[in-house]
Every structure is written in C-alpha cells, then in structure tokens.
Nanobody
Framework: VQLQASGGGLVPAGGSLRLSCAAD????????LGWFRQAPGKEREFVAG????????DYADSLKGRFTISRDNAKNTVYLEMNSLKPEDTAVYYC??????????????????WGQGTQVTVSS
C-alpha cells in the first residue's frame, strides 16, 4: 500500500490543523492506520491508531482529548484532527499502515508501510 500524507503547515499555538493520508494500491479497510511524529533529535513516537473498521482507536496518553483519528474507507483516507496545538507538537507527522491491529502498535518498527511525512510547526 502506498501512503501520501498532507495537510501540514504553520499554525499558532492554540490553533487547529487536520492532516490527511491517502492510500492507494490495496484494499484500504484491510489495514490498520496510524499516525506517528518525529521532532528533531527525537525518536519517532506514536500519536494515534485506528483499526480497519474504524470502530476502534488508540491514542498516546498525552494526546488524548486534543487529537482525533478517523478514517473514510470509501475515500481510502485517514485523518488526524489536532486541536489546541502547542509548540511541543511541532514535528514531522507520518502516517503508517499495517494489516495487524493487535500487538505493539505503539512501536514504529511494528508498522510495515509509511508515508513521506508532513511538517507541522506550531508557533508560540
């Protein structure tokens, strides 16, 4: 499956942004989708994940309540709605796909397919 992330940009602290990740090449609903982020000098960290059906989600504990992951299987797209953004949310955001839902999905090495990343910069 090929993934293409978009929607990043520069936003002031407290603002909102919605990222999109379009998939191509396979049956979209067969895949769990996830978002990760990587700030300069830091490891890639889990942000959120959503199962193939869209009925089950998982979030990094620190981001619950501010970020929302969703998917539209008819459009082969997964979204990440980010609200109340903080400067520490600044990072390159990556979407990822994997056929599995269960397991150590919060680890980046667990995911088989990756998009190219989109930069999110939150100004103070």
């Amino acid at each position: 499956v090929q993934l293409q992330a978009s929607g990043g940009g520069l936003v002031p602290a407290g603002g909102s942004l919605r990222l999109s990740c379009a998939a191509d090449g396979s049956t979209f609903s067969d895949y769990s989708l996830g978002w990760f982020r990587q700030a300069p000098g830091k490891e890639r960290e889990f942000v959120a994940g959503i199962a193939g059906s869209g009925r089950t989600t998982d979030y990094a504990d620190s981001l619950k309540g501010r970020f929302t992951i969703s998917r539209d299987n008819a459009k082969n797209t997964v979204y990440l709605e980010m609200n109340s953004l903080k400067p520490e949310d600044t990072a390159v955001y990556y979407c990822a796909a994997d056929r599995r839902w269960y397991g150590n999905r919060r680890f980046a090495t667990r995911w088989d397919y990756w998009g190219q990343g989109t930069q999110v910069t939150v100004s103070s």
